[in-house]
């Protein structure tokens, strides 16, 4: 008897394990030396010229837009079709959150609307503030032209990264996710199911070293020891002084999870590559089949691997699809729930028919299993499921 295949999982092994217990026997189980050879690990994998460790992909997204200066009565944009955590980032600082709507062949904002958008928008006096662009499921097509528009609008860009650590962008195929320059920064997350994990997690990659300094302080309650920042040190003030400038968070990672981190990271290039061969391999499974598959690619990091009903062909509903599923034991989901839908942003003024490609895209989406230890075996289990589910009908 099979057991349950998830829609994801995470790649642990003996040297994870032994790097997390090497760092239990150090002298420093918070923020520390593992904290920061994490930070330039990534920094330079990606490209960018600085990178700052946090607790987690959405403390990472809220610290970004507290260093931005985003505030009560601003205004945020992302895509309804994305983890809540991207639109609330705006909403803990009392910003308006608006929503642009998305490309149904990439799942992410559909450029042509974010650029009709901006026009309504600069005529009617209230541009975002900020774009927070998400790279659903890893991709990025389309992305150079949503930076080209922000950089236009005067918008400061904010990449949502959870799904794209270890991602190139489409259209520049030698610059990795997080280095992009016309972004202000990007974030990414650590949690089990994104490409590398730390258990919980997150990182802010960005070009600017003032952002950086800021970030840094704003993770750890706004309070800094830095010699060149103190301003009102007294001389009789010695090693113990500390200054609080902004207010800022307890957002640190520990170093336990900092080692598991690196650890991950000396193991990105083959994760990515059975990533890559999963999505490859779906390709040719299921091309037969009354479904759209995913936009072919070589850049995307694959945390999704997205499937839609095609209307044309097949009356199966989703849920029947489904369910289907589940009975084999195949644990497949259902990427996104629009954002605008959920009853906390409904009570803000939103609802259903707001953004209608989001929408008929949760209405038949499917999100199959991908991960690097998906075996053959596993995916041709899927795919004869699948098949079953939607011929049988
Ligand atoms: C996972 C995720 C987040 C949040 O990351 P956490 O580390 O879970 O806080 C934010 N945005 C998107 C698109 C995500 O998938």
């Keep these: 008897m099979r ?3 998830p829609y994801s999982c995470q790649t642990i092994d003996e040297d994870d394990i032994a790097a997390v217990s090497e760092c239990l026997r150090s002298d420093f189980l ?5 904290t920061r050879a994490f930070e330039d690990a990534a920094s330079a994998y990606v490209g960018a010229g600085h990178a700052v460790a946090v607790s987690n992909g959405t403390a990472a997204l809220h610290l970004v837009c507290i260093a931005l200066g985003l505030g009560a009565g601003d205004l945020l944009w992302t895509s309804p079709n994305s983890f809540v955590a991207s639109a609330n980032a705006g909403r803990y600082l009392g910003a308006d959150v608006g929503f642009v709507d998305i490309d149904p ?6 450029p042509d609307a974010l650029a009709a958008k901006l026009i309504e928008a600069s005529a009617a006096g209230r541009k975002p503030d900020i774009l927070i662009a998400v790279h659903f499921a890893g991709h990025t097509h389309g992305f150079d032209r949503i930076a080209a528009l922000c950089e236009e609008y005067g918008v400061a860009l904010v990449e949502d990264a959870a799904h794209a650590f270890g991602a190139a962008y489409e259209d520049q ?6 280095s992009h320059p016309q972004s202000a920064a990007a974030t990414f997350s650590f949690h089990p199911l994104k490409s590398i994990t730390t258990g919980e997690g997150g990182m802010i990659t960005t070009g600017s070293e003032e952002l950086a300094r800021k970030l840094g302080m704003l993770r750890s309650h706004g309070v800094t020891k830095d010699p060149a920042y103190i301003s009102d040190a007294r001389p009789d003030d010695g090693g113990w002084y ?11 990672i520990s170093d336990i999870q900092a080692a598991l981190g690196l650890s991950q990271m000396r193991k990105i290039d083959t994760l990515m590559a059975a990533r890559r061969d999963r999505a490859r391999r779906y390709g040719e499974l299921l091309s037969d089949l009354p479904l759209h598959l995913p936009l072919e690619t070589d850049k995307s990091s694959w945390h999704l691997y997205v499937v839609r009903l095609d209307r044309r062909y097949t ?3 989703r849920k029947a699809l489904f369910d289907a599923l589940r009975e084999r034991g195949i644990e497949a989901h259902v990427h996104y729930i629009p954002i605008h839908t959920q009853p906390y942003y409904r009570a803000l003024g939103f609802s259903s028919g707001d953004f209608p490609q989001a929408e008929a895209y949760y ?17 041709d289990f899927v795919a004869a499921a699948i098949t079953d589910g939607l011929t049988l009908a």
């Design 363 to 379: 209405d038949t989406c499917l999100s199959l299993p991908v991960y690097p230890l998906l075996t053959d075996a596993d995916q």
């Design 315 to 317: 009356n199966v509903s």
């Design 105 to 110: 062949q990439t799942g992410a904002i559909d």
């Design 30 to 34: 918070t923020q520390g030396p593992q």
């Design 242 to 252: 500390y200054e609080q400038h902004e207010l800022g968070f307890n957002y640190r």
């Design 3 to 5: 057991s349950r295949i």
């Design 173 to 178: 195929p030698d610059r990795m996710v997080g």
